[in-house]
């Protein structure tokens, strides 16, 4: 049988889907496949539009979200600051190019309203990270791994990436397991859920101990948890992350010496010059000097890709820091108090859109959105190569996601 556009769509997308979780070179093939689709979706559409079909649905489409526009203006808000920013040419489009990771977005989502149904896709986000999960755990055995090729010491059992993006996707994955408990194909289906739960759960706190990811998975499960304790006693599940927390770093020697590293590097950032090491050090140190150049040009910021510029006229130390390691202050950097409010109403938004969805898909949404918002307080996980995909995707996929039954 001859392909058609449909299927090309479903398998890019879920190609797409599975390479998020095996390292940037896979995720840059699955993007070029992504434009060629967009471009075949663009003119099919074109086409139906000048010769009208007897099945043309285009009336029953979704709507396109408001999220979604108001992310385009925020892009191309921070396009147009190349105009005044003062940034070196090749810098300013490295810099928007990182940014413009964000048209994965829109592009999924317009490819799935054409009638790709999302749920395929969620499931290959899915099998992505448990075949990571799987493969961290055979690495803490100390099994050698072909596949393994983060630049991660073996003992921190990373398989592609990193210990900022690996504990984060972990935490996604379970979100999207969970509140698609009852979907899923499976014989004794509630027992595999609670095991990739536990697993993933045990990886993040105790075996890849990135703090960042530790802090996204707690509040994934504060929203898990006060999804199913009674109405009464869902606010006390806002303990869990500091029970938890107290409970790991007493535990864990290897946590103890984590916690204990964030505390050495806030020491040091006091007595002398930073070292590149110091991660929680550096941190600090960048939020300040950002802080100061956005009071320098609040509106409008130094332009796309002139963080570096502006941190080091403000006194930084770091000669090859390229961000903040802070979302937020990295749009108000460049794009000015403008471009960050743009930012921020994307994502507002795209919580207020969740309202529209189903309730796994709602819900679902909702928590990935809080994740994005708590690790983009110490990291730019958008700009990310890999997790950034793995985000935009997700919420293309919970954006057009209809019941089973209705996409079947």
């Known amino acids: 049988m001859r392909p058609t556009l449909a299927h090309l769509r479903l398998w890019g997308l879920c190609f797409l889907a ?12 699955a ?36 999220s979604l526009m108001w992310g385009a ?47 395929p896709v969620l499931q290959c986000l899915v099998l992505g990270q448990i075949f990571v999960l799987i493969s961290s755990w055979l690495m803490v055995l100390g099994i050698s791994l072909p596949w393994a090729i983060s630049v991660m010491t073996p003992d921190n059992a990373v398989v592609f990436s990193s210990t900022i993006e690996q504990p984060i996707t972990s935490t996604l994955m379970m979100v999207v397991v969970w509140y698609f408990r009852d979907q899923w194909p499976l014989a004794h289906r509630r027992f595999w859920v609670w095991a990739v739960m536990a697993l993933a759960s045990a990886n993040v706190l105790l075996v890849v101990t990135g703090r960042t990811g530790q802090i996204a998975l707690l509040l994934a499960w504060v929203f898990v948890l006060m999804g199913v304790l009674p109405r009464r006693h869902r606010w006390s599940v806002l303990l869990l992350p500091l029970l938890v927390a107290l409970g790991v770093v007493l535990g864990s020697e290897r946590m103890q010496q984590r916690w204990l590293k964030a505390k050495s590097d806030v020491v040091a950032l006091q007595s002398g010059p930073l070292k590149v090491e110091n991660s929680l050090g550096f941190r600090i140190d960048a939020w300040q000097k950002s802080v100061q150049a956005v ?24 000669a090859n820091a ?44 909702r928590s990935v959105v809080a994740i994005e918002v708590l690790t983009g307080l110490v990291n730019s996980t ?11 995707l997700l919420w293309a996929s919970l954006l057009a996601y209809q019941t089973q039954q209705s996409q079947a």
């Open 18 to 29: 599975l390479s998020v979780s095996l390292g940037t070179a896979l995720v840059s093939l």
């Open 295 to 318: 009071a320098e040009r609040p509106l409008l910021g130094h332009g796309v890709g002139a963080w570096p510029q502006a941190y080091v006229a403000q006194g930084g130390t770091i």
């Open 322 to 365: 390229n961000d903040p390691h802070q979302q937020f202050l990295l749009w108000a950097v460049e794009s000015g108090l403008l471009g960050a409010a743009l930012f921020i109403g994307f994502l507002a938004l795209l919580w207020r859109n969740a309202l529209a969805l189903p309730w796994a898909a709602r819900w679902c949404l």
């Open 73 to 119: 203006t925020a892009l191309l808000w921070m396009g147009l600051s190349m105009a005044w920013g003062a940034a070196p040419e090749g810098d300013a489009w490295l810099s928007l190019s990182r940014h413009a990771r964000w048209l994965v977005l829109p592009a999924a989502f317009y490819l799935m309203r054409a009638g790709t149904p999302a749920w």
């Open 31 to 66: 993007k070029l496949l992504l434009l060629l689709l967009v471009v075949a979706q663009i003119w099919t559409d074109l086409r139906r539009r000048a010769i009208p079909l007897a099945d043309d649905n285009a009336a029953t489409m979704q709507p396109w979200p408001s």
């Open 382 to 392: 958008l700009l990310g190569a890999g997790i950034g995909e793995f985000f935009l």
